[in-house]
């Protein structure tokens, strides 16, 4: 996604705050002036109000964005404001500056987000210049990264198995100083992956390990993200309605994908790897079972009470294989559990972590960034609740409380020599909202981006 280049004529598009109003009204021509008054325009969030000119083109656009509270209970009103305006090359006026200003410029790019793989995109957008103001160059590689998780998350299963999913990271490995090792099928045995083996073994298309690395200096820091690409439940078999969704078990693939365009493209610093487990889980006649006991790669063992509960399997791995090169810190995203969403909801995107100042720099990035997460404790006298008896651990602790927690808690186990954050996500927004349209999203990225030079010293 990019801005229009500065030297585009362009169409004015005015954003004010509600208590800005009457002093902007006074400082307009009359005629614009009387017309904002005669619509009643009062810059609600939301609002718009088109001004013609002379001739009857379009002279300017005047936008709403707000009160303090409308400001508080929506985020990227400003895209609200520029959805369906007319084709044309606009620019944004306001005083809105700092990190209101870069979000008001985010959503300025994303307003124009359509997923056209399987069907036309209507003709005619809008197009706008970078505000000034704005790192333009930033803006651009968060919005293009952003619309990366999007398009993965929203293309079904059949255009996204593993081997979609391995294509998109090496699309990105294209990138100037990056490779990519895609680990498949048996291979994955040889290499001592057996828990990603395992759960993807009964579908038609082989699970994969994808290990994508970038950069040579600076901290190292390692991404995982599962990337379940349609889940059935396996023999533990999910009712249809609960299966309508499953597109999107791989938002935690696409969550670290857009991160690392993101991370690559902005240049950080950073010696950069991402792992993504890849399967399918699905239902046949060598389909893991419940009741089984499974060896992971760091020889951990595992009781399957649940089937359906393979996220956490596959990402067990991952999690072992990345610690075992002690990177400076670990952060995995995951659409894992739906006690995640009885806690907070499909916007907020909870996390755990042991790094209580890496968790501070996302908690106070989150509000800047527009990208609300929410810290939840590995509390630790849950542990108990992870242990089966008959092995080292548990996947589906019964009795339902805690979830998240817990889920948390078993991931943990995997982590021992670099500290460790995780991102319980939704991947999914459920109903239109500015800048978001229905369908795959990403969650905590944005805060962690804006978290990384803090946490990492950069």
């Given amino acids: 996604m990019k801005f229009l280049s500065s030297d585009h004529a362009t169409i004015p598009v005015q954003a004010l705050r509600a208590e800005e109003l009457e002093g902007v009204l ?108 704005v790192d333009a160059a930033r803006i651009e590689a968060i919005a293009t990264g952003e619309t990366l998780t999007r398009d993965l998350i929203n293309t079904p299963a059949n255009d996204m198995g593993p081997a979609e999913l391995a294509d998109a990271a090496s699309a990105l490995g294209q990138t100037p100083g990056a490779t990519v090792e895609i680990t498949e099928g048996a291979t994955l045995l040889e290499r001592n992956l057996p828990l990603i083996h395992t759960v993807g073994r009964a579908s038609g298309r082989a699970p994969r390990l994808i290990d994508l690395r970038w950069g040579t200096t600076g901290p190292k820091l390692t991404l995982v993200g599962k990337g379940v690409i349609f889940d059935t439940g396996g023999l533990n078999l999910k009712p249809g309605a609960s299966m309508a969704l499953m597109k999107k078990d791989m938002g935690g693939a696409a969550t670290v994908l857009g991160l690392a365009h993101m991370i690559m493209a902005l240049g950080l610093e950073v010696q950069l790897r991402v792992l993504i487990p890849a399967v399918e889980n699905a239902v046949a006649g060598d389909a893991f079972r419940p009741g089984d006991i499974l060896t992971s790669r760091k020889g951990l063992t595992v009781e399957i009470n649940n089937t359906d ?128 349209p229905k369908g795959g999203v990403g969650q905590g990225a944005r805060a962690l981006l804006q978290a990384l030079p803090q946490a990492l010293n950069l």
């Fill in 309 to 436: 509960a393979e996220g956490r399997l596959v990402l067990a791995d991952a999690l072992a294989l990345a610690d075992e090169e002690r990177p400076d810190q670990i952060v995995s995203f995951a659409t894992l559990t739906g006690a995640a969403r009885v806690a907070v909801g499909p916007d907020i995107a909870p996390f755990f972590s042991t790094d209580d100042s890496l968790a501070a720099a996302v908690a106070g990035a989150a509000d800047s960034v527009a990208d609300p997460v929410w810290r939840l404790p590995f509390h630790d006298p849950y542990e108990v609740m992870i242990e089966p008896g008959i092995a080292d651990l548990d996947n589906a602790p019964k009795g339902g409380f805690a979830g998240a927690i817990t889920a948390a808690l078993f991931l943990r186990r995997f982590v021992e020599a670099a500290p460790y954050t995780h991102f319980d996500i939704y991947g999914w927004q459920p109903s239109p909202a500015p800048a978001r």
């Fill in 26 to 133: 006074d400082a307009l021509p009359p005629a614009h002036a009387a017309w904002l008054r005669a619509t009643g325009f009062g810059a609600g969030i939301g609002e718009r109000q088109m001004i013609a000119d002379e001739k009857g083109g379009l002279a300017r656009v005047v936008v709403g964005l707000g009160t303090a509270d409308q400001q508080r209970r929506k985020r990227f009103g400003v895209a609200e404001a520029v959805q369906g305006l007319p084709a044309g090359d606009y620019h944004l006026e306001t005083t809105l500056d700092g990190a209101a200003l870069d979000e008001a410029a985010l959503a300025l790019l994303l307003s124009g987000y359509q997923f056209d793989r399987y069907r036309a995109a209507p003709e005619g957008a809008p197009r706008f210049a970078a505000p000034k103001g």
